[in-house]
Structures are given as C-alpha cells and as structure tokens.
C-alpha cells in the first residue's frame, strides 16, 4: 500500500538553528500538507501546497517557515531559526487531486526537539 | 472558524464494553466529518468520513459514528472494544468547499482498553 515517508524521525537541534524536515508523499497526490502536533496538544494545521505554491496556510505558518517542493517527489518543510516552542511533532500529508475526497494520508511524522 | 470539541480527554474501559466517544462542531454550513486514529508510535490514520447521505457510517474494525446536523455532532462508537483500539483518537472537520487541508481537529481522546 502507498504510504508517505518523512525523514527524519527524529531531530534534535539547538535554537537558532536551521532544520528541514523531509517528505516523499504518495507518488499520484497532488495537495500536500504539513501538520504539527505539541506534546499533549492537537493536530494544527500548518500549510497546504498545491502546483507548486502554497494555498492556504494557518497563523502559525511565519516567516520563520517554508516548504518547498524541490523535485518530483520531496516536500520539504524549513524552519529558519528554530525556537524552544517549535518543538513539536511535524506530520506530512498528502491527498489525490479532487478536494472533495477530504482524506489525508499522513506519514508517520518527525519529532524536532529545539534545546 | 470552525472549531471541534471532543469533550472526554482519557477513556479507559475493559475488553468487550462499549465505546462512544463524544465530538461536536461549531460551523454553520455544510461540512465534512472525520474520525482519525493514532496507534502508540504510529501514524494518523483515517477510520471513518461523512460527506453525505446516510448519517450513520460505518469504518474499518467495527467502528461506526452517527452524523446528527442538529446537534452539531458525530459521535464514534463501537459495541465491544478489544486492547489492540488502545489509542488516540481525532475528530476532525472540513467546511464544504474548502480543500482538505483546512481539516480542523479536536484535542484528540485517549482510549486505553484494559485486557
């Protein structure tokens, strides 16, 4: 069964730092998504992309991020300079190209802790 | 916006009771509807959806939720639960006409089932 893969699964980095976390959604999606989920928090959404640019995103979506779909088959998500309350778990999801299926297929998420 | 309450936190029952697991909306148009699990150390995973049609939907292992549009809500159920549904559990809903990723979730219902 197709999946979406996200690398890494787990990054530890210092504030202020630069991070990209990795997405490969399944290969025939063409709406891709990130998600994060604090610790004892709910699922946010976080920004949606879809032909190359993005087309929605939520009030946390700050400068401090972007995506970026590199190639034919990564989805890339950068923080800029990471802060302590960026410690999260970051979820990638991706759904076909009609809007009105709704399901997101997520991956397996990768978890940033910013010390 | 949209926002979704799902208002028991931590359910722990034993093997073979029932399980109801409360969540509303608030939203006054049309909307679509979403019960997400999460396993222990696993991905999100879609166990059941509502767009239209019959309210009552029925989703993967025996779960089924019920789309009442009066009282905002739909609710997850399950007549006898086993250990393996141990996990989290997400409401989420979607406004009609918006893509997917505009998904809205609950803060998520832990269910632990005790053998």
């Known amino acids: 069964e197709p999946e979406v893969t996200q690398t890494p699964s787990h990054q530890v980095t210092q504030m202020g730092q630069e991070v990209i976390l990795r997405c490969v959604p399944i290969?025939?999606?063409?709406?891709f998504y990130w998600y994060r989920q604090i610790l004892g928090q709910k699922v946010e959404f976080l920004v949606s992309?879809?032909?190359?640019?993005?087309?929605?995103k939520s009030e946390i979506f700050d400068d401090q991020f972007s995506v970026e779909r590199p190639d034919g088959s990564n989805f890339t998500l950068k923080i800029r300079s990471t802060k302590l309350e960026d410690s999260a778990m970051y979820f990638c999801?991706?759904?076909?190209?009609?809007?009105?299926?709704?399901?997101?297929?997520f991956g397996e998420g990768s978890r940033l802790t910013v010390l | 916006a949209q926002s979704v309450s799902q208002h028991n936190h931590h359910v722990i029952l034993s093997e073979a009771a029932s399980l109801e697991l409360g969540c509303n909306y608030s939203?006054?148009?049309?909307?679509?509807l979403f019960w997400y699990v999460q396993y222990p150390g696993q991905h999100l995973q879609l166990l059941l959806k509502?767009?239209?049609?019959?309210?009552l939907v029925k989703g993967i292992k025996g779960f089924e939720a019920e789309f009442i549009k009066s009282k905002f809500s739909f609710n997850l159920r399950k007549p006898s639960v086993q250990w393996s549904d141990t996990a989290e559990y997400f409401c989420?809903?979607?406004?009609?006409?918006?893509?997917?990723?505009?998904?809205?979730f609950g803060d998520g219902t832990t269910l632990t089932v005790k053998p």
């Open positions: 999801a991706s759904s076909e190209a009609s809007w009105n299926t709704g399901e997101l297929f």
């Open positions: 290969s025939n999606h063409l709406y």
């Open positions: 992309f879809y032909n190359n640019e993005i087309s929605e």
């Open positions: 939203y006054g148009g049309t909307v679509n």
């Open positions: 509502y767009f239209s049609g019959d309210p």
């Open positions: 989420a809903v979607i406004p009609g006409g918006f893509n997917a990723g505009k998904s809205t």
